[in-house]
């Protein structure tokens, strides 16, 4: 079969042959239809992760890890889970008996490449926001760093769950402008000076943020934090719900200790998440797809050309999909 081979650590993968997968008692052989490429591809097949080593223990190895496919009995439906050295980005994949629990029908209407790029990406900020913030109603949201593809569905998930206020962040115009149509009710354009921002962030929190979506970590989280220091003395107003998730501003901040002392915030990492809460998000995520009230911009690509599509830098904004013959 044709696949998405990585030789080591830090290439992109090439579209080669490779042996087909043997399904053992108990496994799923999928005949795939549609691979998300994300972030997570890139940085374990970098050798970076620390789930890298266990994710590619041998060397060739197919990319990968969950996807959209056609079982033996006709079902279409979205997979996750693989055994070294398959992955997912091939003309056929195995999911282990181990995984088989967590394979959902794609439900009619639903287009698979959509299937494939929207559900993960969506379960970040639906699991930050419901169980590891625990949103109320009427709360405003900071999505910090909201340009991205799962900012931009963070900013419809806080507004889907009762929001009263959104704030996204980001660097490029024209995506801060289509934030707007995705519910958000005030962006911040972070290529401004460090005061400016840190003005528009003050400017923007009305009442006070409830809860950050950090996206970005690095100076821009640095200066927020900064902003987030009352000037008066006194206790804290509220608390401030800050979910750690990405670090594409950099992976350190700087943070003094009256920052967390005298502010409310409370800093929690987006896997701080009870595993039991994976089944409710994942049905909502896919009543929300069947009912269309989530969008994402995708962008498919062959198999063939997935070498290519590893490489590039413009796809801000948009996921993806890798499409196989």
């Known amino acids: 079969m044709k696949a998405a081979v990585l030789h080591k650590f830090g290439e992109a993968p090439r579209y080669e042959d490779f042996p087909d997968p043997v399904p053992e008692k108990g496994d799923a052989l999928v005949r795939v239809k549609a691979v998300a490429l994300e972030n997570f591809d890139r940085v374990t097949a970098n050798g970076t992760h620390y789930s890298s080593r266990q994710l590619f223990p041998i060397f060739p190895a197919i990319v990968g890890h969950s996807g ?6 006709g079902t279409m439906a979205a997979f996750g889970g693989s055994k070294p050295p398959y992955g997912t980005m091939a003309e056929k994949a195995v999911v282990p008996q181990m995984y088989r629990m967590y394979m959902t029908p794609i439900p009619d209407g639903v287009e698979l490449a959509i299937a ?23 709360e405003t949201v900071l999505i910090n760093g909201a340009t991205g593809v799962s900012g931009k569905l963070g900013v419809q998930i806080a507004k889907l769950l009762g929001a009263g206020r959104v704030v996204g962040t980001g660097r490029q115009e024209e995506a801060l402008k289509s934030l707007e149509g995705l519910g958000a009710d005030a962006v911040i354009d972070l290529k401004q ?19 950050v979506l ?15 220091v009352p000037k008066e003395a006194g206790f804290p107003q509220r608390r401030i719900r800050l979910m750690q998730i990405g670090e594409s501003a950099g992976p350190t901040i700087s943070l003094s200790g009256e920052e967390v002392r005298t502010s409310g915030l409370e800093i929690s990492g987006a896997g701080n998440i009870p595993f039991e809460a994976l089944p409710e998000a994942t049905k909502q995520i896919w009543d929300w797809m069947k009912d269309n009230k989530l969008r994402i911009d995708i962008e498919r690509v062959p198999l063939k050309d997935v070498e290519q599509a590893w490489l590039r830098k413009d796809v801000s ?7 196989p013959p």
């Open 68 to 73: 959209v496919g056609i079982l033996d009995d």
């Open 116 to 138: 494939a790029a929207l559900p993960s990406s969506s379960l970040t900020s639906l699991l930050a926001l419901k169980w590891g913030a625990k949103m109320q109603v009427g």
């Open 193 to 211: 000076s460090d005061e400016k921002v840190a003005e528009a962030f003050i400017k923007e929190a009305g009442k006070g943020y409830n809860i």
């Open 214 to 228: 950090d996206f970005l970590w690095g100076p821009p989280t640095e200066i927020l934090l900064k902003t987030l």
């Open 317 to 323: 904004g948009k996921r993806l999909v890798i499409i």
